[in-house]
């Protein structure tokens, strides 16, 4: 008799044991989709993509269809692989190409600066002046149409809630003052001929916006940026020696790449890699 209760209670553990191990994968199919959603809504990919959403919508509800006619996330093809467009407005009073940034903190940078920075209270980081950005989108399409450069108008919108340190440079501007801008330009550049031409042009020189044409171009652009970082460390920014790559050895970065000045332990700057 205490043989078969004995069993009896191993038989209820063993149940309830399972019940358990059943919970707990429960809340884990639960919440791995929770941290990677969260994640996603973190992630700079994502807040760009929200960025450009919100500037599109702004530019269908506030601009004249029948004058303006807008394209989002132009894919073009360049000499070495693909450059992506946030945005492009062709217009008789001219092409206006967009960069669009949906960041939040404090912004520094001028129209000379390589690079810019961005402070959110201890966190900073630097990141391509835009207008030099935007530029090189303005020669592409530029190029492509073989269009008078003159018919071409750069200009940056921030869609988040940044602050600036410093007067925004020319173009540069933060929400509605897009349409602004935009609105702004009254001298007419382009017969209505030109417009349509210019229109069609684009429609055939573009690259389909699939998931594989923005995969390849994404691989394009790490594949640039990792050939510059290469070539050219960007200098320590507390002592301007130069930097090497480095691995975090412990800590929860451990394992993660960062830039590392030459002069450690003397000096511990450092940038992001």
């Given at each position: 008799m205490?043989?078969?209760?004995?069993?009896?209670?191993?038989?209820?553990?063993?149940?309830?044991?399972?019940?358990?191990?059943?919970?707990?994968?429960?809340?884990?199919?639960?919440?791995?989709?929770?941290?990677?959603?969260?994640?996603?809504?973190?992630?700079?990919?994502?807040?760009?993509?929200?960025g450009e959403l919100r500037v599109n919508r702004m530019l269908r509800r506030h601009l004249n269809r029948q004058v303006y006619h807008s394209f989002s996330s132009l894919i073009l093809p360049t000499a070495d692989g693909t450059t992506q467009i946030d945005h492009v407005v062709v217009s008789k009073y001219g092409i206006?190409?967009?960069?669009?940034?949906?960041?939040?903190?404090?912004?520094?940078?001028?129209?000379?600066?390589?690079?810019?920075?961005?402070?959110i209270g201890t966190y900073c980081r630097e990141f391509q002046n835009p207008l030099h950005q935007n530029y090189k989108h303005l020669k592409t399409l530029h190029e492509l149409l073989g269009m008078n450069e003159a018919y071409f108008f750069s200009v940056i919108v921030f869609s988040g809630k940044a602050r600036f340190a410093e007067q925004l440079p020319d173009n540069v501007v933060q929400g509605l003052d897009l349409i602004r801008l935009i609105k702004s330009r009254r001298k007419q550049l382009l017969r209505s001929a030109q417009v349509d031409a210019t229109i069609k042009a684009i429609k055939s020189v573009r690259?389909?916006?699939?998931?594989?044409?923005?995969?390849q171009h994404?691989?394009?652009v790490q594949t640039l940026v990792a050939a510059k970082i290469a070539d050219n460390p960007l200098p320590c920014p507390q002592c301007g020696s130069p930097m090497v790559l480095?691995?975090?050895?412990?800590?929860?970065?451990?394992?993660?790449?960062?830039?590392?000045?030459?002069?450690?332990?003397?000096?511990?700057g450092t940038r992001n890699a």
């Open positions: 205490v043989f078969s209760g004995t069993c009896c209670v191993n038989q209820e553990m063993s149940v309830d044991f399972m019940q358990i191990i059943i919970g707990l994968l429960k809340i884990l199919w639960l919440l791995v989709p929770a941290i990677v959603f969260i994640k996603l809504l973190n992630s700079r990919q994502w807040k760009g993509m929200m206006f190409v967009l960069e669009t940034k949906n960041m939040q903190g404090m912004i520094s940078g001028s129209s000379k600066d390589r690079l810019w920075s961005q402070q690259l389909r916006n699939s998931f594989r044409n923005r995969r994404v691989r394009h480095r691995a975090a050895a412990q800590g929860s970065m451990a394992g993660r790449k960062f830039w590392g000045c030459t002069r450690f332990p003397a000096c511990r």
